[in-house]
Every structure is written in C-alpha cells, then in structure tokens.
C-alpha cells in the first residue's frame, strides 16, 4: 500500500463549479498534512497547511480526518487559474526526524 | 536570489555517461530533499539530508544514484552510467530544520534527458 494515496483524476469541471479531492496516508504517527499545487512543467509550491479542525481559505477549505486517516481539499466557484496539479502532502516521523511524503497528485481542469 | 537554486536547468547525456546535478538551498534550512518526477508522474522521494545527521537514502532507486551534502549547504546528486528510465526532473527542495509542518521550497528542478 502506498503511504498517500490520491485519485489521480483528471477532474474537468466547468467554471463555478464546486470539486473535492480526498488523500489517504497509511501511517497514523504523520504529524502534519498539506496541499500542494503543481503547474505544468513547474515545481511545486503549498497551497495550505491542513489543521485537525480545518481550515478555510478564501475558495479553499481543508478537512483532516485523523481517525480515518483521511485529508480532503474543496475548491468553490473554480476558476480556469485553478488548473492545475493538487499534491496530498504527508510530513512523518522517521528515525528521529520528518520525511514529507508526496501523492501521486490529482490533476484538475476547469473549463470555460 | 533567495530560493533554492538547482542546476543544470536542462542536462541532455547519452546512455551510460555519469552525470551530476547541483541544488543549493535557502540559507539557513537544514533540511534538504531530493525527488524525481517521472513525465506525466508524482514526487518520487530519493533522499533526505537533515543537519549533520546520516542521510535518510531508502528512496535512492539503485547504486548508481548517490548524493552528498556537506554541512548546510550545498548538495549533489550523482547518477553513474545514466540509463534511459533515468529521464526525469530532479527537484530539490528545502525547509527549517526538524519542524513538522515547515513548508517545502521547491527549486525549478533539473530536467534530465538520456539517450
């Protein structure tokens, strides 16, 4: 089993359309929990830390679901700049320090 | 610049040539990554540095493929008798020392092309 595991899409949405996208991890001693965002032939960059009680920012909202190990992200009102791959991003102990552990990613197109 | 710095930005080799790519990261971050992301692919862990603890290598896919890291600086990933399924970008990335929750800075990556 892979330690995070995300439905890798892809998701075509229209414009103001509502998506979600769920992520699993398999070690239940993760520590932190994240969501990256990757353009097309770009890096990497966080889009928001995910917190126990959750957390919103403007569009987005992060849950974390610590029983059933489970992250999820909502995108409200998409917007075409929305396109893009979400990363489910696991930070967990390993030897006395912590490995960020990445998702295959779950890939969005918003449509016009 | 202030972030992290990787090169090459492009490395074209041929089969079985070594090759070395270079990232520096943002001053003051003990932690340093390496990941490989296959076309079309996620992150692929390869290697984790943290201070002057013994690296975390259980990402590293074979022999051929080591990294140094002297100190807090800069690190160097070396692929020997590059293969062709080596193709890949290769990103860096850093972050404060021991934090759980510290973000990752990313550099553009290196992007690697065996014939």
Known sequence: RKEVEQDPG??????????????TYSNSASQS???YRQDCRKEPKLLMSVYSSGNEDGRFTAQLNRASQYISLLIRDSKLSDSATYLCVVNTPTSGTY????GTGTRLKVLA | ??????????KVTEKG???????DPISGHTA?????????QGLEFLIYFQGNSAPDKSGLPSDRFSAERTGESVSTLTIQRTQ??????????????????GELFFGEGSRLTVL
């Open chain 1, 10 to 23: 892809p998701f075509n949405v229209p414009e103001g359309a509502t998506v979600a996208f769920n992520c």
């Open chain 1, 33 to 35: 929990f994240f969501w």
């Open chain 1, 99 to 102: 490995k960020y552990i990445f």
């Open chain 2, 1 to 10: 610049g202030a972030g992290v710095s990787q090169s090459p930005s492009n």
């Open chain 2, 17 to 23: 040539k070594d090759v070395e790519l270079r990232c």
């Open chain 2, 32 to 40: 340093l990554y390496w990941y490989r992301q296959r076309l079309g």
């Open chain 2, 84 to 101: 062709q399924e080596d193709s890949a970008v290769y990103l860096c990335a850093s972050s404060l020392p021991g934090v759980a929750g």
